[in-house]
Each structure stands twice: as C-alpha cells, then as structure tokens.
C-alpha cells in the first residue's frame, strides 16, 4: 500500500503537515508509517521557501526504506546546471534565465558548495520511473517506446550515469527527446506558422499535449496556460503524434502539470499529483493507493497551502 505524493517544490510546512494526515510519525530523523510507504514523484526543490529542509525530510525517508521516489525535471536541471560539459561551461547553461528559474535552490546552498554538490549527487540516485507491481510512477509522461530504449530490457529502472546525461542534455539526440518526454512531457509541432507565449512570456512553436487524452484537433489536446489556448490552431492533427496509455495498463502516477480545482483521475487509471503547491491558491496533494486497479476520486488527499 502506497500514499503517492506530489510535488513539493521546497514546501517543506505543507509537506510536514500531509504526512501527518496521512499517518506518518516522525521515528528518529525519517517520518514512517507502520503500514504503507510513501512515493514522491519529484520536483522537490525550486521555487519554495524551504529547499533544504524538504530535502532534510524526504531523504531519511527514502534512504530508510520508508518511501521510493522518481526524478523530477527540476532534479535533473539541477543536475545538469551544476554539471560542467568539459568546453569550459555546464551542461545547462548558466544563463541569466536558467539561474533565475533555480535561484530558490541555489540561494539556500550558497554559503555551503559543498552541502549543494552532495545534494545534487544524490538526485542523481533517483530513478527515472518506477514501474512496480500494480502500478506506475514517472515524474510527467510515461511513453513505452522511449522506457524501452532507455532500459534496454524489461523492468529495468535507469537512472543517469555520465554518458546518459550527456546526451539527455545534446538537443537532437535521442536520449534527449527521450528524458524531455518522460520528465516534462509529450510535445508536438504546431502548423506552420502558428505559436503562443508561455507563462514565461516565451514564444513557442511546440505545445504540450494531453497525451492520456481523446481528440482530435491540436485544441482538443493542447495542454498549458489558459490564455494561450485561442492562439492553439483547431486544425487536425494528422499522424500518430501522441502517447496513449491503455486502460487496460497499471495505475499510473505522474505530477509536474500544474493542475487546478478538486483532484480528480485523469483517467481510470491515471492521476497527476502536481496541484501547484509553488503557486498562491495551490495544495501539495498524495493519492492513498490500496492496490485498485481504477483509481478512486476519494483516493485523494490535500493539504492547502499556506501564506
């Protein structure tokens, strides 16, 4: 039995307190349950007030064999941002755009390198999906082609090594539209011609897609900010772009899509756990998974965030 929780992004008071109401006790450094283990699906860090104490909780957990967890993509950015490329910069380029975006993270690391580089070591411990028996956990989309060649056999777990990161950072590979896929989701060109800004302000010529979805026009599966949603062309969508996970497939569990309003199944057998806890208004969110094949509406559990 599994309690199945969203992204944190450095909340760590309302990570605290959803253990809590999820029956977790504090047993010396780690939370437990007698009972259930926890699986986090990444994106425990960037943005929120409290970066290494969400990290001085969930790694006991984890490390004690009272939760499992996935790579998120703020994990992997880390990763890469502290990773030199061997040409005299990093693997993620420290730009003023990429260390604005991390420097929630970087801020609280910056009297103690080596307490950050140690951190970042350990994220890179963290597999890049799990699939166990009776259910599924990635951090953003799980397409079976792209697990398949990453794990180069069945029910491997992978996680990244130098020469895997390497490439997931060299746009243009293969192992980079793979990890891209499986850790920020499934994109699809849009018709010539056609783009919108994002929630960045950044004009994009790719959209997002609800790839667990039904429909037929890129409207019909756009996925991202509302108010870019009448520049998304109602055109048809020719070809086999999208991902589909059948529902005859394990229970799968994935967070990063900053959902809104009262969890809900994205599917029978699909829930995202990513409420937008890092944004005013949002609630860190846990799924109580008792080895359902469908998953349940009252399966949720939330905690709101707080000032």
């Not at 011609?193 to 890129?218: E, F, L, P, S």
Request: net charge neutral; aromatic share 10%.
């Amino acid at each position: 039995m599994y309690d199945l929780i969203g992204d944190i992004h450095g909340r760590a008071d309302e990570l605290e307190a959803l253990l809590v109401r999820l029956g977790y006790r504090r047993q010396g450094a780690a939370y437990r349950h007698t009972s259930r283990q926890a699986i986090f699906v990444g994106d425990f860090v960037d943005r929120g007030p409290h970066q290494r104490r969400v990290l001085d909780l969930v790694r006991p957990m984890i490390d004690g064999g009272a939760a499992l967890a996935v790579m998120g993509n703020h994990e992997f950015n880390a990763i890469a941002y502290h990773t030199a490329d061997g040409a005299g910069g990093h693997l993620r380029p420290r730009n003023e755009r990429n260390t604005h975006q991390h420097r929630a993270f970087l801020d609280e690391f910056a009297d103690r390198p080596a307490v950050w580089a140690e951190a970042v070591a350990w994220f890179r411990t963290l597999p890049l999906w799990l699939d166990l028996p009776g259910l599924r956990v990635i951090h953003a989309c799980w397409d079976a082609a792209a697990i398949r060649r990453l794990a180069e056999g069945p029910g491997a777990e992978v996680r990244l090594d130098d020469a895997l990161l390497h490439a997931a950072t060299r746009r243009g590979t293969w192992q980079y539209r793979a990890v891209e896929t499986l850790l920020k989701g499934k994109e699809i060109d849009l018709p010539e011609g056609a783009g919108y800004a994002d929630n960045d302000g950044i004009r994009r010529h790719q959209m997002r897609v609800r790839w667990w979805g039904q429909g037929r026009t890129y409207r019909d599966l756009y996925l991202g900010p509302e108010s870019a949603a009448p520049h998304i062309p109602d055109d048809p969508i020719d070809g086999d772009h999208l991902v589909t996970y059948g529902r005859h497939e394990k229970p799968l569990f994935v967070g990063h899509y900053w959902m809104q309003g009262t969890p809900e199944p994205l599917a029978p057998n699909i829930a995202c756990l990513d409420y937008s806890v890092a944004k005013p208004g949002g609630k860190l969110v846990a799924y109580r998974w008792d080895g359902e094949a469908v998953l349940r509406p009252d399966g949720f559990v939330a905690c709101e965030r707080g000032a």
